[in-house]
């Protein structure tokens, strides 16, 4: 079964700070991996997607890295602002295009 | 604009009263499916359909059913709903299930089971 850990669970940065999200999951069979960001009750937006056959994909200031044979993907935020201020999840959708497996999340304050 | 739509996006209900949540999307996407979402617990999914008629179960699908009759829409149902479901509730689909296709997300659904 499909395990999928987000560390740390909170993490809280002064604005401008560069800061990597990590993502490490247990099965390596994977089509592609998406980060999600998510607002306190709210629903989650799309950041990034990487396919399995990718290394790493960037969007803005947000670059997202996969390493499949290590079960692992970090999310890098660059020169980081309080409107980043969210929880960020990570998601594996498997090989066999069934069940996607979520992490907990990792909750980010960016203070002014 | 391509979204999925969730209603109500909140609801207040007393247990065993049925209710149904609705979902739909307008990309034309053959996968969907349903979240539940709790602290401490993260997102758990329902159920999830691959295409027309064609359901399955996810991690917690006790308790509640779903259909898939038409592409677009994929309602989830309590039939009899117990305080144990009160939860922040998320439908999402897909283009496909291959490599190059992410989810979209629903804006969620907030319910009580009092």
């Known amino acids: 079964k499909q395990e999928v850990t987000q560390i740390p669970a909170a993490l809280s940065v002064p604005e401008g700070e560069n800061l990597v999200l990590n993502c490490s999951f247990t099965?390596?069979?994977?089509?592609?991996l998406q980060w999600f960001r998510q607002d306190p009750g709210k629903g989650l937006t799309s950041l990034l997607l990487?396919?399995?056959?990718?290394r790493e994909q960037t969007s803005g200031r947000l670059n997202a890295s996969l390493d499949k044979s290590s079960g692992r993907s970090t999310l890098y935020i660059a020169a980081s602002q309080p409107g980043d201020s969210a929880t960020y999840l990570c998601a594996v959708r498997p090989g066999n295009a069934g069940k996607s497996t979520f992490g907990d999340g990792t909750t980010l304050t960016v203070k002014p | 604009e391509a979204q999925v739509t969730q209603n109500p996006r909140y609801l207040i209900t007393v247990t065993g009263k049925k209710l149904t949540v609705t979902c739909s999307q307008n990309?034309?996407?053959?996968?969907m499916s349903w979240y539940r979402q709790d602290p401490g617990l993260g997102l758990r999914q329902i159920y999830y359909s691959m295409n027309v008629e064609v359901t399955d179960k996810g991690d917690v699908p006790e308790g509640y059913k779903v259909s898939r009759k038409e592409k677009r829409n994929f309602p989830l149902i309590l039939e009899s709903p117990s305080p144990n479901q009160t939860s922040l509730y998320f439908c999402?689909?897909?283009?496909?299930?291959?490599?190059?296709?992410?989810?979209?997300f629903g804006s969620g659904t907030r319910l009580t089971v009092v």
């Open positions: 999402a689909s897909s283009s496909g299930a291959g490599a190059y296709y992410g989810y979209t």
């Open positions: 990309m034309n996407h053959e996968y």
């Open positions: 099965d390596s069979a994977i089509y592609n």
């Open positions: 990487i396919q399995s056959s990718q």
